[in-house]
């Protein structure tokens, strides 16, 4: 049986807040979530049952991130962040994304190179 994570991938040179950053992740995993229940939902529920894990990692930079979900969503559902510029951030800044859940050797082909947050 395969094991499920999901991914949620944050950009640290925007120098978000611990809050601004907790905040941002869920909405990718969140966001995330509900794009594998409507594509795949045996991996929805199989994650569920698994225990929900998750693995949070870094990126640079805008570019890093939007290039790996450009790669990404071509074979995983994945959803990218934008935020409303609210508070610390710039409108329209993409922040984080989201990456499954799907199974762990799927996510760790696109993931497998970054570091923990």
């Given at each position: 049986?395969?094991e499920?994570?999901?991914?949620?991938?944050?950009?640290?040179?925007?120098?978000?807040?611990?809050?601004k950053i907790?905040?941002?992740?869920?909405?990718?995993?969140?966001?995330?979530?509900?794009?594998t229940q409507?594509?795949?939902?045996?991996?929805?529920?199989?994650?569920?049952?698994?225990?929900?894990?998750?693995?949070?990692?870094?990126?640079?930079?805008?570019?890093?991130?939007?290039?790996?979900f450009?790669?990404?969503?071509?074979?995983?559902?994945?959803?990218?962040?934008?935020?409303a510029?609210?508070t610390?951030?710039?409108?329209?800044?993409?922040?984080?994304l989201g990456i499954?859940p799907?199974?762990?050797?799927?996510?760790?082909k696109?993931t497998?190179?970054?570091?923990l947050?």
């Open positions: 049986m395969a499920f994570k999901q991914a949620i991938v944050v950009r640290t040179d925007l120098k978000m807040g611990k809050g907790a905040a941002q992740s869920a909405h990718a995993s969140l966001s995330a979530f509900e794009k409507q594509k795949n939902p045996q991996w929805a529920e199989e994650w569920k049952s698994q225990g929900q894990q998750k693995v949070v990692l870094k990126v640079g930079s805008e570019k890093e991130l939007l290039e790996l450009e790669h990404a969503k071509k074979e995983l559902p994945c959803a990218l962040i934008k935020d510029g609210h610390q951030v710039a409108p329209g800044s993409a922040t984080a499954g799907a199974p762990e050797e799927k996510i760790d696109f497998g190179k970054l570091k947050l």
